[in-house]
């Protein structure tokens, strides 16, 4: 249970950090158009280049899923040794 709550946790600060820094770009593009310091290619342009960080971002929790499941797995096998060998 404690490993779903860290993997929640870790899941959680990276959908902010994708949400934050999603919103953060549009404003900026916002902005600038508003200015005129930014045409409408560049802004798709910004607008799909965050969304290919996003998913990247993403992506490293995958990454980490992995990691995680190996490690209990190494953990998990470590007990069962040390059950074992006590008899």
Request: with cysteine; proline share 0%; net charge positive.
């Amino acid at each position: 249970i404690s490993t779903c709550i860290k993997l929640a946790q870790k899941n959680s600060s990276i959908v902010w950090q994708n949400v934050i820094l999603a919103l953060s770009v549009k404003f900026l593009a916002l902005i600038l158009a508003g200015f005129g310091f930014l045409s409408i290619a560049l802004a798709i342009f910004a607008d799909t280049g965050v969304t290919v960080l996003v998913v990247l971002n993403a992506l490293r929790q995958l990454y980490s899923n992995e990691k995680e499941e190996k490690n209990l797995k190494t953990d998990e096998f470590k007990m069962h040794i040390k059950c074992c060998s006590s008899h």
